[in-house]
């Protein structure tokens, strides 16, 4: 079996893209975003900053392109009532990152021969926060974490998709693990739905998020005291994740903290404009 290509990513978050894009942009990276099944979306990035050399290695002091799609999945997930999921890959090995809420994110390494590496309690919970089939998927995911001088990662990455297919997964034609980063970016393109996603400035943000709010039924659950709280709670994680992310240079992480500052701050706002004063 031979190794994966150069690095590709994908951003796959169980739900619709009106609940996404509002979302990513917060992100402030340019991606691509499209339906991608039943309540499933798929976000592509359009630029790389893990800074691929050719070999999906980090050049000029760059992240790896595992620990940034982890940092986004997190960024993602830590303001959003869906998970999010992280695929990745490049020449030396492929894995996925899960997402979701402030949980702490699990994941999976495989080598690029297959060989796997990680621990079958992450599988399980994998599929526990999906809510998948606790005994015929699990058997399928525990499958891919067993020796299997045939299956490369490539193969490892396409047998969980086969899992995920059974969850509502389709993902639109061209997306596949193995695949460099510009020809995900140019086959995404191309599909019917897709949409563009970048940052139009704070103001735009945040009025797209609150169009989501008023239109799928959140606002509900952002006021009263609970929420106040969970919002205050946000802000205080957002500012010394920010500053984590800061002093390691990790736009993942950076843009994990300004997330959750921002939906922090978004809460209070919405609590104290849509909660009657005397």
Not at 7 to 16: H, V
Not at 24 to 45: D, F, H
Not at 243 to 272: I, K
């Amino acid at each position: 079996m031979s190794s994966l290509e150069p690095a590709g990513a994908l951003l796959l978050c169980r739900a619709e893209p009106d609940a996404v894009g509002p979302a990513a942009q917060l992100l402030r990276e340019r991606m691509l975003l499209a339906p991608a099944g039943r309540e499933w979306s798929v976000l592509v990035p359009e630029t790389k900053p893990w800074l691929d050399a050719g070999d999906g290695a980090p050049r000029g002091g760059g992240e790896p392109v595992d620990r940034i799609l982890g940092g986004w999945a997190a960024a993602l997930a830590v303001g959003a009532p869906w998970p999010v999921l992280a695929l990745w890959w490049n020449a030396d090995h492929s894995g996925f990152t899960l997402a979701s809420g402030f949980r702490r994110p699990v994941g999976y390494v495989w080598l690029a021969n297959g060989t796997p590496v990680g621990e079958h309690e992450a599988l399980r919970t994998f599929a526990a926060r999906l809510g998948l089939d606790p005994v015929f998927d699990v058997q399928s995911l525990e499958a891919l974490a067993e020796p299997d001088p045939e299956a490369d990662a490539r193969a490892r990455m396409l047998g969980l998709l086969a899992v995920l297919a059974r969850a509502g997964l389709t993902l639109p034609a061209g997306l596949a693990p193995g695949e460099p980063a510009d020809r995900l970016r140019e086959a995404v393109r191309v599909q019917p739905g897709v949409e563009r996603v970048e940052w139009g400035g704070w103001r735009d943000a945040v009025r797209a998020e609150l169009d989501v709010v008023e239109h799928s039924g959140v606002g509900l659950w952002l006021r009263g005291p609970k929420a106040r709280l969970l919002a205050a709670a946000q802000l205080a994680a957002g500012v010394p994740l920010t500053a984590y992310g800061l002093h390691r240079r990790s736009g993942g992480w950076v843009a994990a903290g300004v997330v959750l500052l921002a939906q922090g701050a978004l809460g209070l706002a919405y609590d104290w404009v849509s909660t009657p004063h005397d």
